[in-house]
């Protein structure tokens, strides 16, 4: 059960797990579970280890929680209460909801690229169950010297591809009625993350009040009920926590404009809807309605800036990022206009604007065929040519017919000798011994082994010889053995060997000859084993003298 120290936030009774009832527990570090009746519990995850939270749709007819981790694997728990399941569910699922975000890691990036690797490579996640499953080294020996931790870090920095924010972000929360003439937003992480990068005055505001002057919740309530996220309201209160954000938002949009975009296409300062010219369809007479005309007027400008703030305020978030690149790069960017170079390395950029909304590269016709790419596994055999070859002494015309007339000689002047023969029970043993199955011909028995031996026993013994391997490598790779951490892991693989052995070799060794008779599959193992431990037993002997 939980320790004396530990801090027990929320109780839970009634909660079903793997059909079994029991009590659920939120602590300070972990969420725990207890069967009915047991003083100890079953199932227990830290904060750290829960990747995110799931609950069961409205409308199921099993109120479900469901934790995920880090490694993929998933808890459910059942509430059975009759009449207040949701209630106890929502009441821990909100718990949760404040505590994972102080114990989120980030996801660990070896543990990704390892499952990667057990999923890509079939061979290596059967001597994964071969080796770690069946507890013949643990998991950090089988890993070591696999995975590079800075190989692992860099690459999957390098081949990150940072998502996008959606423009309709915003759009995509969309309130959810209480009955009690109440809204609830459900925000989720990403969210979270899309309103900070594209507001940062908002950032800058719940760094400042959460959580000590306010709470998440009560934070995000505020949010969603101020003027600053209903911006089409022209008046706004004293007591808005959000006003200050949408002073800075003007001034940051004042700010954009007063810098301009170079790009003729754009006009950031062009509020009106104008049709090929000014005034056209539009009454000439005097306005009657300059009041309303004047809020209006107003209300559509709010509307306008909001759009444009937000949208540049959404491109920024891509933008900084690839600007940075660049600068690093020491490249600059000439066809959005706004590069200074532009002038005097490009065209005009109302040129290259026209250009890219007329022309497709599509459609254009190939200037000719691309070239094929070389594949050259080894570029001095394509460099240098073929190789000459050596001089050498080589058999004259003349030779070859003295050779031949010679042979001719030999054959004429032939006289059989038929009483020099072998007898015939010489001949008769003889021909049984080189006949299959006989004395000279054993190892025609191992020629058609592949026949003897079923599909499945092959690639049983084939994954043997893939462990047996594996943990050979960790074996040899101790020696030379001159340090104290050499020491202790040479001794801890001769016992994995050893446990190797008998828990996976004799087994088969043994099926093998019950069922296959005499054949002797696991010699050439048994042969690796022994000269590591005989290897092992050299080297005990002489630190054993070294010491004497």
Known sequence: MATSSEEVLLIVKRVRQKKQDGALYLMAERVAWAPEGKDRFSVSHLYADIRCQKISPDG???????????????????????????????????LLQQLLPKFKRKANKELEEKNRMLQEDPLLFQLYKDLVVSQVISAEEFWANR???????????NSKQEVGISAAFLADVRPQTDGCNGLRYNLTSDIIESIFRTYPAVKQKYGENVPHNLTEKEFWTRF?????????RIS???????????KLDEQGLKSMVGQGVRNPMVDLMSF????????????SGPSTSG?????????????????????????????????AQNEQNGETSSTDGNSKDSDFFQPSVKKVKLQEAIEYADLEQ????????????????????????QCQQYATSQDIINSVNCIRHETADYTPRLTQVL??????TAIAALSPGGVLMQGGTQQAINQMVPNDAQCELKHLYVAAGELLRHFWSCFPVNTPFLEEKVVKMRSNLERFQVTKLCPFQEKMQRQYLSTNLTGHLEEMLQTAYNKFHTWQTRRMLRKT
């Open 236 to 246: 706004t209160g004293s007591q808005d926590l959000f006003a200050e954000c949408g």
């Open 423 to 428: 007898s015939s029970s010489t001949a008769s």
């Open 60 to 94: 199921k007819s099993k109120i479900q929680l469901q934790l995920v981790l880090h490694t993929g694997e998933t808890t459910n728990f059942h509430f059975t209460s009759e009449s207040s399941a949701v209630k106890d569910r929502d009441a821990a699922k909100d």
């Open 147 to 157: 995975v590079s931790m800075n190989s692992v870090d860099h690459s999957l920095t």
């Open 224 to 232: 969603f009920q101020s003027h600053y996220f209903h911006r089409d």
């Open 272 to 283: 009106e809807d104008k049709s090929l010219d000014e005034g056209y369809g539009i009454s």
């Open 291 to 323: 009041h309303n005309k004047t809020l209006k007027e107003n209300s559509n400008a709010a509307i306008i800036k909001r759009f444009n703030h937000h949208s540049a305020m959404v491109l920024a978030t891509g933008l900084h990022k690839q600007d």
């Open 366 to 389: 190939e200037n000719g065929r691309k070239p094929v790419a070389l594949n050259l596994k080894k570029s001095d055999r394509y460099s240098h040519g073929p190789t000459p070859v």
